[in-house]
């Protein structure tokens, strides 16, 4: 076993003695290549950290984009995981809310609770955890330089940094599926529908079906939306929403004629909000990927730069939410994007008169109104049986490449450390 580093913020040497390696953690080690490594365990580091034994940890979308395109901005051995959930080991002296013992969630947000930003419902732009290095928001957990460089979820145990104000707490027994998905899904598909505003008796249209466009779809039922429309052009995802009510619309079948057909769904004009659950890595961008699979290759300060000065995003899903949403309606972003210059059709964008909202997630700004939906009788969004996968840590390799590659009816897969 080498040895290896745990990203800015462990609390051990660089390259520790073989001693000190205990806890298999999920790193990266390059495109399309993560590894479970023997890593140090972490300690508490600062008064306001939290030691938290991890129960279950989910892969997400997002980790895809780690996986096959923002490599430049991650080191090998970095540890991954930004959905985690356990129970409290050790908390620091200023930690009062949580304890040992406790059953908590971690947000992927890494944010403080009293900055202007958090007072204000916008902790993923939380001023006291900006990378201020590279001019973005809040750190977030086990997601690149970019956002901190902290050690993720995907691990036996994780070290919560400004864990006096992130972690919820959630009552013991009931299964963690219950519980998990207030790390990112739920609270990602929460802002997701709030921000695409749909009015009463409205109508909206979700651009992909993986786990955070499936979730905005029953988000959106459980709110009362007249009308529920989903692109994708995975048939078993396509068949998931169908299950419970959603018009989903196959990609592959529409061919140019997917903004016609979403009209006459839509009494004539379009959806009045649409949701964009896609970002990137949109399927049917050539050109985008060509420009992906050059960074992939290309050493970390040329692919750096390339992507902070140039277009690097597939904007397929993005170009058709501009092409769908009727005129005077709103698209609210979910899909994470990276590129610095992508090109946009401003023109169509102001002469549809288009509102445009988006973000990462506030994660504990949504935890009010969704705890009691996990916690309550009955499942009404359904987590319990959200997953497709439960696999041990040890599993991650091969769970990385069913859920990229959509094998095995994989849609979300959540790991046992
Ligand atoms: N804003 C946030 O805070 C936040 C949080 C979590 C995830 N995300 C982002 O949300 C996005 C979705 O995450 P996920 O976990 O559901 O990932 P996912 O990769 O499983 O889902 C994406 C889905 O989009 C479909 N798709 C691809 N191209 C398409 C196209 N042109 N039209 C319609 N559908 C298309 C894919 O088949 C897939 O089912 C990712 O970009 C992720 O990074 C954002
Ligand atoms: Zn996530
Ligand atoms: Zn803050």
């Not at 030691?51 to 979308?61: D, E, F, L, Y």
């Not at 050790?90 to 809310?97: I, K, L, N, R």
């Not at 949109?282 to 060509?290: E, L, Q, Y």
């Not at 996968?389 to 450390?417: M, N, S, T």
């Given at each position: ?37 023997t ?20 892969i997400?979308g ?14 090998e ?13 050790a908390v620091?002296?200023?930690v ?10 971690i ?41 901190g ?6 691990a ?21 599926d ?5 790390s990112?899904?739920?609270?990602t ?12 008796g ?5 651009l ?5 466009g499936?979730?905005?779809t ?17 048939p078993?995802?396509l ?10 619309l ?10 016609g ?9 379009g ?25 992939a290759?290309?050493?970390d300060?040329?692919a750096?730069k ?8 597939r ?19 979910s899909?994470v ?18 509102t ?7 994660v ?10 996990v ?27 069913i859920?990229q590659k ?12």
């Amino acid at each position: 076993m080498s040895a290896r580093r745990t990203g800015r913020g462990a609390s051990h040497d660089e390259f520790p003695d073989e001693s000190e390696l205990t806890m298999r953690a999920v790193a990266w080690h390059g495109t399309r290549d993560v590894r479970v490594d023997t890593v140090p365990d972490p300690t508490i580091e600062q008064p306001t950290d939290a030691i938290v034994r991890i129960t279950s940890t989910a892969i997400c979308g997002s980790d895809l984009h780690l996986y096959e395109v923002l490599g430049a901005f991650i080191d090998e051995g970095d540890v991954l995981g930004h959905e985690p959930m356990g129970v409290v080991e050790a908390v620091g002296s200023e930690v009062t809310q949580i304890r040992p013992g406790d059953r908590v969630v971690i947000p992927f947000n890494v944010s403080c609770g009293h900055c202007w930003m958090c007072d204000n419902g916008l902790q993923s732009q939380c001023e006291t955890t900006q990378v201020r290095e590279y001019g973005t928001g809040a750190s977030l957990l086990g997601y690149t330089k970019l956002y901190g460089q902290i050690p993720g979820g995907q691990a036996e145990l994780l070290r919560v940094p400004q864990a006096h104000y992130g972690p919820i707490k959630v009552p013991d027994g009931p299964p963690d599926d219950r519980f998990l998905y207030l790390s990112d899904v739920l609270p990602t598909a929460w802002q997701a529908v709030a921000y695409a505003d749909v009015p009463s008796g409205g109508s909206v249209l979700v651009l992909g079906l993986g786990p955070i466009g499936e979730m905005c779809t029953r988000i959106a039922q459980h709110q009362g939306a007249e009308t529920v429309l989903a692109v994708d052009l995975v048939p078993e995802r396509l068949q998931r929403a169908r299950d419970h009510g959603v018009v989903a619309l196959d990609l592959n079948d529409e061919g140019r004629d997917l903004a016609g057909h979403v009209r006459d769904l839509t009494g004539g004009r379009g959806p009045d909000a649409v949701i964009d659950a896609v970002g990137l890595e949109a399927h049917g961008a050539p050109i985008g990927k060509i420009a992906q699979r050059l960074t992939a290759m290309l050493p970390d300060v040329a692919a750096q730069k390339l992507m902070t000065t140039a277009g690097i995003d597939r904007l397929s899903a993005l170009h058709s939410a501009i092409e769908l949403v009727r005129r005077g309606g709103t698209i609210s972003l979910s899909g994470v994007y990276g590129g610095a210059a992508s090109p946009m059709p401003l023109l169509q964008l102001f002469d549809k008169q288009i509102t445009v909202r988006q973000g990462q997630a506030n994660v504990r700004r949504w935890i009010d109104d969704l705890l009691p939906l996990v916690s309550g009788d009955g499942d009404p969004l359904g987590v319990e049986e959200y997953a497709t996968h439960r696999l041990p840590l040890d599993d991650a390799p091969r769970a990385y490449e069913i859920f990229q590659k959509k094998q095995e009816g994989c849609f979300k897969v959540v790991l046992k450390p």
